[in-house]
């Protein structure tokens, strides 16, 4: 049984650094042909991919998010981690890993699993 979870601070300080971690398990994360994503969703917004990490390492990000945004992952703990830099309150948002067969997506029926999400409010 494959299972996420996301894990980190609920709240950071705008133009902190956001650090969150996903924890898989039933699935090694170096699993041919697997990406695992890192998604959000804004009060009131649809969701945003945010970008992924892939079996081999190789890892792709959103346009929008390039500048800000790093994901790397702990082989020996089966983790992948998010660090958005430079946070604002626009980042606020409920913030979701997944896995799936591809790097990337726009609904929830382009990955296998997800996390249940965990909340982050960006506010001073």
């Known amino acids: 049984q494959v299972q996420l979870q996301e894990s980190g601070p609920s709240l950071a300080k705008p133009s902190q650094t956001l650090s969150l971690t996903c924890t898989v398990s039933g699935v090694s994360i170096t699993t041919n042909n697997w990406y695992w994503s890192w998604i959000r969703q804004a009060p009131g917004k649809g969701l945003e991919w945010m970008g992924a990490?892939?079996?081999?390492?190789?890892?792709s990000y959103s346009p929008s998010l390039k500048n800000r945004i790093s994901i790397s992952r702990n082989r020996a703990e089966n983790q992948f981690t998010l660090q958005l830099a430079s946070v604002t309150p626009q980042d606020t948002a409920v913030y979701y890993c997944?896995?799936?067969?591809?790097?990337?997506?726009?609904?929830?029926?382009?990955?296998?699993?997800r996390g249940p999400g965990t909340q982050v409010a960006v506010s001073s």
């Open positions: 990490i892939g079996y081999a390492g190789s890892t």
């Open positions: 997944a896995g799936g067969l591809r790097p990337g997506g726009s609904s929830w029926s382009d990955f296998s699993y």
